[in-house]
């Protein structure tokens, strides 16, 4: 019997959209277990709407049922927590073409640093391809309604925040 | 115990190049079986260095080391194929922002004819980002060595039918 | 008081798709009248599934209750239909970076043939932006189902065509 | 008689480009009124050359002879600045690809907020194209002359703040 | 002393454009000579303006001032005939990033099979980036004034060949 | 006999990588000597891994065998750096479409601020096409290793300064 495939989301999630979600549901089509690690990434914590375990926890909430879906931190290296998880696949939804340039380039890098690490790339779906964590952050920093852009538990979390 | 996994690697690999063998070996990853299925386009038949039927052949000869892998032609749509060979995965590699852009809307497309295909895309490896089929064909017919761009199989049927 | 404002919505229209008349109705929240402008284009009349007449037909048929819209075939340059029809827009919906740099030279292009001829580009909505009708010809001719895709009028047209 | 149709131009704007008036002159082909809205960024306020009230003060001067254009400020969302104005189109000129895709995520991000706030997109002009208020800044900043690139009510203003 | 460094321009000039004249003169300032390439292209000899013979005598003519620019026709790959005239750089404009992912892509392909030929490309001019040989044939063929895109002796030949 | 021909390579390699070695490289094919111009840019600083006196030192360092090229730092803006050094050409290697939309705005720019400085573009080796400076400096930073993007000398001096 061969090993399980598993396959890393990676992003900071700041907070998790639908875009996210869609892109995570998806990856199972391909994967045994998708792991969605979320980068500590210091120099843009103070922006941050959320702290990495808070965006954990909500990683795991929106995806509680689903028992092939985990949620997990990361420093350093995405091919060294690649390598410490197991992982041979990495995936990234693209909503557009300069998102995909980025991605492309990464993948060639990640495969240099670690040539098992295999990096696929999802076309966003059309219904979210304009939603980003950072608009979702602006205009919710602005009164807006992000409603559209996010599962029950993550608004009800941005909500709140927002309201502070 | 689950269903295996099957991938469509659509095209019309006239001829198949390293960089087409590449996004078929990449496939391997994450699918149990990948199906390498060469369309008939009639419109450019006309133009065709090889026919179908060959171009299936080169496949098979290619990856005859590979038992995961086989090639088949198709007619009509790609989501009625999947439907035929039980395929979820459609895998195509993507060079530049131009391919993408394509890739991107006919995976939207084909997710609406059949919700349940997802498309991934594979960066091409820069080392094949450059190679078409169409250049292959152009550079053979003006007398130029292709030896770079095809595995040995396949370059010995283009220089035969190349000198013919 | 002023002249109507009256833009142009040029394209083959081989046939008017979902997105197209998304276009047109867009069209109208700054524009007075719009022409929906049936281009004939003879190099690619052997390929076509509609006559240039028919197409203006299912125009007519699509908007009969939009007094505002109005559909006209044309031979020659688009600024000169312009300049005969007194439009002083043209419009045209873009789905992605490849469209828009080819829109975004036509647009230069016209207007140094006509400097008075504007032209504004729409980001496609995103639920038609991978829709085209080359892909609706295509995808028709291969038996594949194009009701998601057209009006029921345009789709009445195509599967009586389609089945000949 | 129709309610007049009221167009924003959101930006920065510091300072105003000839390549911005150039949008906003165009954008009077088919708006009644345009709005030039001057936006908050709180973020970047550190870095600019000018308050938002001198920008105002600037794209008055410049449109000081054009009826149809005002300058306002505005704060918050642009879809709420909007609503108060009783604005239906959003303008924006766009100088590339990259341009493209960001201001075409933001149509759709907009018109979900807000369903009848319509955004046009301008081909820059290729005499503009390359001009930003941003290399304007850095131009001016450096000593080099940024006369080609402003109108001269802006470039007695970017040379006065320069040279302090 | 070294040898000159000889550049060529290829393409299929059909008719030549100021965009093109502009790209050779530039070439100028890094290359001792220019080869202005005229490459018959069989295939789409049939919807040619001018033929290969017409298009070196009109180039010869626009550069009739200039004696470190020739014009020459050729066949086969561009790589064997920057050998036959020891050609070190290939010299390409590029109007849009369309346009240089197929350049970029040519590039490397090129300097596969001659290592020792380099591309370089020119950001065309913004005047004239909007303009192609393909444009001024349709807008000639249709009764359009071209006079703008071409020098006047280009002009003279396209008019006469227009009335014909 | 004409003035040799001076082509400045400027940015901020920060460090220097194997991809801006390959274009300095290749600009001897055109040029007579390539000053690598180091710029400062203040607003970065803090981020810099190197001051810009050591990246001119592993300049020398990298191409201490190539007599055609030198390193100098430079201040303000590049068309008084070309003005001051007589260079008529700037050389810049481009990755992908983004990189590309950039350079070439930044091309036309600076013929606008200076006539006679021509711009050059070289597509990036695609060995070399995923690798940046900001990616080295971030795969160092977090211990990862960067030997295969980098030359012996610049590999001392980023490893020395990573472990500190």
């Known amino acids: ?4 495939r598993i396959a890393l ?9 639908l875009g996210h979600e869609d892109v995570v549901r998806r990856a199972l089509a391909f ?3 998708v792991v969605v690690a979320v980068s500590h990434s210091p120099t843009t914590a103070k922006q941050a709407m959320f702290t990495v375990e808070e965006r954990v926890e909500m990683i795991r909430e929106a995806f509680a049922g ?7 931190a990361f420093q350093g290296l995405l091919v060294d927590f690649a390598r410490r998880r197991g992982a041979s696949l990495v ?20 495969r240099r640093l670690l040539s098992t690490l295999e990096t696929v790339i999802l076309p966003g779906d059309p219904m979210h391809a304009h939603v980003s964590s950072t608009l979702v952050r602006q205009i919710a920093g602005l009164g807006g309604d992000v409603a559209p ?11 709140t925040r927002a309201a502070t």
Do not use: I
């Open 149 to 159: 852009f996010l599962s029950p538990a993550v608004l009800r979390r941005v909500r």
């Open 31 to 33: 994967a045994d277990r």
């Open 66 to 72: 689903e028992p092939r879906v985990e949620a997990a």
């Open 1 to 4: 019997m061969s090993d399980p």
């Open 9 to 17: 989301c990676p992003g900071s999630f700041d907070p998790l959209t």
């Open 91 to 110: 995936v990234r939804g693209v909503r557009g073409g300069v998102d995909w340039e980025y991605e492309s380039q990464m993948a060639v890098m990640n």
